[in-house]
């Protein structure tokens, strides 16, 4: 290591590093000053003044920003060229931490949860065994418990794991179905069940879809049901498209009811849903990817009244509850379900004769093997913000959106997808631009409109000073879905939303 | 916030911390003294004289170790207390850098790439699209090319995604086996197809049978394949069962060939197995999660040949090329399959009248819908390593498992399982107690045996001083199985294993 004339700055390499002989000085130089690099982002992120994105286009990116270069070489860089590359990576990113991102479920940057995250990589472990993952698999029972216990099954009884991801959650709760009604299905396959029907409502996740796809139902056998204007399935529909299931000779067995659909953020009726369930049995899985979060506020929770009927329940803290990506739960009421669905007895990893107690062995309930530590970020931030914490910061996102609502309900050129405060923090609206003002609803209108959303968000992420998402549903034209789950935002980020809009779509 | 008496200690808490208004001062103390906590660990892991694991049985975790208590609570607990929970956390974990851990196929604790997971958790975003993840996922479509350059795929072309982990990356090749042979199965389920027909070796990955399952072909029909002493699948094997499945009209449509089994770090000979997969017209898989760091090393290279003839293959750089936790990547040699396979076009995501390329939003190619950023750590240990940096890691290993097998062929006391150098770094004996040695082979010997591993193992864990995995395979009785993917290891600490084991055992 040699001391470069510019300040602070090491010009070492990467063989100099930990574990190499006398690496211990290098190595926190150089963890230092990338530390450095880190907070600085962080400070910036908070900042407003600072934009959400730089936005390039990937072939911008691909020949290379003033010097940064993508291309993996065969020799090795420079730590220092290597800090670089990092403040470059942060710098042609996205903000998505910035009080001003409101572009996906997933916003905010948690300070606890960060450092909930760092801790984890340097921790490097696997969930799959108690053996080295001591601490972490205990935590995730506890905290899994806990979640159940919120639901309200009964001393927080049943079972459950961290899984990468809500569609990997849903895909679990579809695999278990089939195990409890059709265990034969492990090893004969799907030709030991007869035709098996699912049903969704057309405004859930599309993982659904890819689910009956992947596990050998096929899409077709994914009933889609009707919703209201407010997007929430009609009981009545499930029924008659169960009855009419049944008819063909087909079997119903799964039903999901969606608790804040990606879009209009609708909690499906789950009480008459799991009427219907109980009737015809099936079982009943609520995705709360979304909107289960909500169930850690006394105000809002009863949006998911019923959902300890569910047999199953996805919730994604790193949605509504802020924890970084990734951090989903799959919850399952019936315990031994998941093990019994999944277990294969690996007999390298899962000893039976280890000196402790082998149930905490818990990586023969995952489709995985090797399983990712999720838990500790989401149990820190426990630890910090208590329950009352996430209490709180779900009330004020939800109070967000109802300023939001309230602003622009009956603001000149703004219209609403649908009337009515919204369940979850989904605000819905189009913007029309002046030119539109006048025009009669119709064909015109409506490929204008479709238009005009597309147009302000490559405007804004042009001059990178907000980023919200937009899309067409049914019949509806593209329009901006507004969603809140970032800490740092504020009634002046939500006023500064709608004034951007206005700025950027007058004219259009 | 106040100062407290203890030096360099804030009492703080987290309603102080960003985006809290002033929260940048409690923010940065907070992160350093975290900062130190992770520093202080990182040394310590790297020093021979620290303790691999701290071992406390489950209920002695639950019960509250010296104040840590797993417990979640209402009430916010005071940073001061979230720093100590977090010294707590990795106190009573397994330190999985050390350089005496050799318990699982993914150890060490790579400095750059840990720095590179701490930048991936600080943007916190998720792959799906090309809008909030510019430059990763630009970052992902090179990395992918270069392996598959290495694979030798002509110049690179075909497709590929990081998954979370070998199992995920394996379901994704029998996924797309099927679409590729049984496209309807997608729309249709697993009624369009006839009855179909999986092959892998017995001594293959689990996550294969957990995959058959999963997918809805049943274990049934996964036919395990015979293997030499060495734990290679013999190919007429394979040729004979095929010939069986279809003569009772079955159809064989996919063989996984594993490069680097589990336990004996076997090779299956690809080139015989493809020959047998043309013939018939299945789809060849190398499940390479173990082995496909091989590829990177001149010398070693040779124990793929045939890859390049796969039509998938698993490639883990988390195990053998020492990137943090999770990454395993799925590559596939035909273009559009991943694509056809996995899109449900949701429109909320990927929307076609985006102001960029759409190509780049790879989501839809995914089971998953969010996607953790698993790429960031890789493509920067690539460029601080070079391409040469991984040759040298893996050559090393290498040599180090050749020293291992030729310091214990012959040592008294030791036996291996099977003769010859090992392909990969996995060196299997067992090691027989003074009072085993006289006894004749036969069932009490066999039996007492049996024990003898399980004991040494956990006396390891109760003194701390190493780790190393054990299983039974087959017929054979619990053995060691000795894995070396870790950077810190020198001949010393392989020395220190032999004569642990030797300490322990010697007696029993």
């Keep these: 290591m040699s001391k470069c004339p510019i300040k602070h700055c090491f010009l070492f390499i990467f063989a100099d590093l930990l574990p ?13 000053e990338f530390v450095e690099i880190l907070t600085n982002y962080i400070r910036k992120t908070f900042d407003r003044s600072t934009k959400v994105l730089d936005f390039h286009h990937p072939h911008q990116l691909l020949e290379g920003m003033e010097g940064f270069n993508l291309e993996l070489s065969d020799q090795p860089e420079s730590l220092e060229q290597i800090l670089v590359d990092c403040r470059d990576t942060l710098k042609y990113g996205v903000r998505t931490g910035h009080p001003r ?8 940057l948690d300070i606890v949860g960060l450092a909930g995250e760092w801790l984890t990589s340097t921790a490097n472990t696997n969930m799959f065994t108690y053996e080295i993952a001591p601490v ?45 009604f059709f265990p034969e299905v492990k090893t004969k396959g799907m030709a030991a069940a007869p035709r098996l029907v699912l049903f969704t409502s057309e405004h859930s996740h599309y993982s659904i879809k890819k689910t009956s796809a992947a596990l050998g139902f096929g899409t077709e056998n994914l009933i889609l049901l009707n919703t209201d204007e407010r997007g929430r399935v009609i009981p009545a529909d499930l029924e008659a498209k169960v009855i009419e299931a049944k008819q063909k000779g087909y079997v119903p067995m799964f039903v999901n009811a969606t608790a804040g659909t990606t879009v209009y953020g609708a909690f499906d009726p789950i009480n008459e849903i799991a009427d219907i369930c109980e009737k015809y049995n099936m079982w009943l899985h609520v995705d709360g990817a979304w909107g289960g979060g909500l169930l850690m506020s006394r105000k809002h929770r009863h949006k998911l009244n019923g959902v300890e009927r569910a047999n199953s329940v996805t919730w994604n803290p790193h949605k509504m509850m802020g924890v970084p990506l990734q951090c989903s739960a799959i919850l399952v009421r019936e ?4 093990q019994g669905c999944n277990s294969m007895c690996a007999g390298y990893l899962f000893q ?35 329950t ?7 009330d004020k996102c939800l109070d967000l959106s109802a300023y939001l609502y309230n602003k622009i309900k009956n603001r000149e050129g703004f219209e609403m997808v649908f009337n009515g405060e919204p369940q979850h923090t989904n605000v819905c609206f189009w913007y029309i631009p002046l030119s539109l003002r006048g025009l009669s609803d119709g064909e015109e209108r409506r490929e204008r409109l479709h238009k005009v959303a597309p147009k302000i968000k490559a405007m804004m992420m042009e001059s990178g000073t907000t980023m919200v998402g937009y899309q067409p549903q049914g019949d509806k034209v593209n329009f901006f879905r507004m969603v809140i789950s970032n800490p740092a935002a504020t009634r002046s980020d939500i006023d500064f939303l709608v004034e951007e809009i206005e700025r950027l779509g007058h004219d259009l």
Aim: hydrophobic content about 40%.
């Design 101 to 108: 991102f409101f572009n996906q479920l997933s916003t905010g």
């Design 20 to 32: 190499a002989k006398n690496g211990e000085e290098p190595t926190m130089q150089f963890l230092l």
């Design 352 to 386: 039976p004769d280890k000196q402790y107690d082998v149930t905490y062995d818990t990586g023969d309930k995952a489709i995985q093997c090797g399983r990712h530590v999720d838990i500790f970020k989401f149990w820190l931030m426990w630890k910090a913000k208590g």
């Design 388 to 394: 009352v914490g996430f209490e709180q910061h779900i």
């Design 136 to 180: 972490f698999v205990l935590m995730e029972q506890l905290t899994l418990k806990k979640m159940r216990e919120i639901i309200g099954w009964p001393v927080g009884e049943g079972d459950g794991i961290f899984s990468p991801g809500g569609a990997i959650s849903n895909m679990y709760s579809v695999m278990i179905a089939r195990y409890k």
């Design 335 to 338: 315990r031994g379900l998941l």
